[in-house]
């Protein structure tokens, strides 16, 4: 059942009867409503009236009619205004450019552009690398989506996608100090992006692959990878690996059971569920049995897609050939990046003792979290309102930080690892709990833990004189 959250809160504006009681009565019909309130100010006060603001949170727009419908009913009462807090957010953008330096008179506009600055670019044009230390290019990342695969919401198209990835370039700085800016194509042609994205490369330090569907987007990571002599990060696939592998390490650290040896089902091998396959992998992971919406993935496929044929290669190796159900019987932890109310409690009853469930399908996860929880020892989801929120925000800023200050032209699966252990640490072990195996996203130390991290793995492996 959808309950009341921030991401649907409303700020109304009512004119009350001038009463001691006014505002009490005001909150209980926003409660009888079924919103929760989370303030009440008195804007205005005379004689007869009260102009008061109420902001509280509710479902969806529908509800938030009701709740403006339930003071109107009121005796005396009339609502003034209502307004959508989040559209208000988002009125004109939720990033902007700020200059870095003084443009105050003759002189600095001398330097910063015409005439000084045709030195600065000469420099450039004998020595490219300059770019990176005399331009943005060295702080700043492009968000780039072509809007096929848009969080919950699908093929929503470019510009319906800008608001996320205006989001997701906030977070950059708010949480690494990177400088982000979204890039959103008007094309789906996988061949047309990887042009573009190299057209545009020249002002950038990385690039960030946003919300673009599978399989495409394998291939445009790929062959962006191959050919950019800057790091492009598919954070669906590679940010949602790492916060999971983290994660699972503490959960795992939470039931005293070894990453090695641990029977792991996966729901979902998509772009998300690839990666997080193949990092567990990486990480030691042993006994994976992984499905599709098609079922359950196995060697004894003929899978024409690369990824595919890969995930049937290195899973399964049990050769498993029941279904989703029936596999989680004795498993000890279900990773679920697919689709909602796919598992029953029974389903998640039959798991082995002290299992792990994850179930990351967004907003409506594989199976009831409060379903899960009283079967499995440790719960996490997407969602904000449950505890152990797996969220990419703990990646991505302090990922790129660490790439872009390392200047690697890509990563390597030992950065990832690296990024991953770096989050899991910074749950120490007096705060590690069933219920927080993850750390805040407003910790401020994740980002820099996490760069220092991809540093040193950058760093290891030009030491060993191995690719990065």
């Not at 098609?294 to 060697?299: A, D, I, K, L, R």
Request: with cysteine; glycine share 8%; aromatic share 4%.
């Amino acid at each position: 059942m959808a309950v009341p959250g921030p991401g649907n809160s409303i700020a109304l504006r009512v004119k009350s009867p001038s009463d001691v009681g006014a505002a009490s009565e005001l909150a209980a019909a926003v409660g009888a409503a079924g919103a929760t309130l989370t303030g009440l100010d008195v804007v205005e006060s005379a004689q007869r009236f009260l102009l008061i603001d109420l902001t509280c949170n509710t479902v969806d727009a529908a509800h938030a009619a009701r709740v403006a419908e339930a003071l109107e009913g009121l005796d005396g009462v009339s609502v003034q205004s209502v307004t959508d807090r989040t559209f208000a957010m988002h009125l004109d953008g939720k990033i902007g450019v700020v200059p870095t330096v003084a443009l105050d008179n003759r002189d600095d506009l001398s330097r910063a552009y015409t005439p000084g600055v045709a030195r600065v670019c000469l420099a450039i044009a004998e020595d490219a690398a300059q770019a990176r230390r005399l331009t943005i290019k060295g702080n700043t990342v492009a968000v780039v989506t072509d809007g096929s695969a848009v969080l919950g919401l699908g093929n929503i198209g470019p510009a319906a996608a800008l608001p996320v990835m205006e989001g997701k370039a906030a977070l950059f700085k708010k949480f690494g100090g990177v400088d982000a800016w979204p890039v959103c194509l008007d094309t789906q042609d996988s061949e047309e992006i990887i042009r573009t994205v190299k057209a545009i490369a020249p002002s950038y330090g990385g690039i960030n692959l946003e919300d673009i569907a599978a399989p495409r987007c394998f291939e445009i990571e790929r062959r962006l990878r191959e050919e950019l002599d800057i790091p492009v990060f598919h954070d669906d696939q590679h940010g949602t690996a790492v916060v999971v592998l983290a994660a699972l390490k503490n959960a795992l650290r939470v039931v005293g059971k070894p990453l090695p040896g641990t029977r792991i089902v996966v729901s979902g091998v998509g772009a998300a569920g690839s990666a997080i396959i193949r990092l567990l992998l990486a990480d030691g992971a042993e006994r994976i049995t992984a499905f599709s919406r098609e079922g359950v993935v196995s060697s004894a496929d003929v899978q024409p897609d690369p990824t595919r044929a890969w995930l049937a290669a290195h899973t399964n190796a049990e050769q498993f050939s029941g279904s989703l159900p029936e596999a989680l019987a004795g498993a000890d932890v279900f990773i679920g990046v697919s689709a909602p109310n796919i598992l029953t409690e029974a389903d998640i009853a039959a798991m082995a003792p002290d299992a792990v469930v994850f179930a990351l399908a967004n907003p409506d996860p594989e199976v009831d979290p409060a379903a899960a929880a009283r079967h499995a020892a440790v719960v996490a989801t997407g969602r904000s309102d449950f505890p152990n929120q797996i969220n990419n925000v703990l990646v991505f800023p302090g990922f790129f930080r660490g790439l872009l200050d390392s200047g690697v032209t890509d990563f390597s699966d030992a950065m990832l690892v690296a990024a991953a252990h770096a989050i899991a640490e910074r749950v120490t072990p007096a705060k590690l709990s069933a219920a927080y195996i993850v750390p805040s996203v407003f910790d401020p130390g994740v980002a820099p833990a996490v760069a220092t991290a991809v540093e040193a793995a950058a760093g290891a492996a030009s030491s060993s004189g191995t690719a990065p």
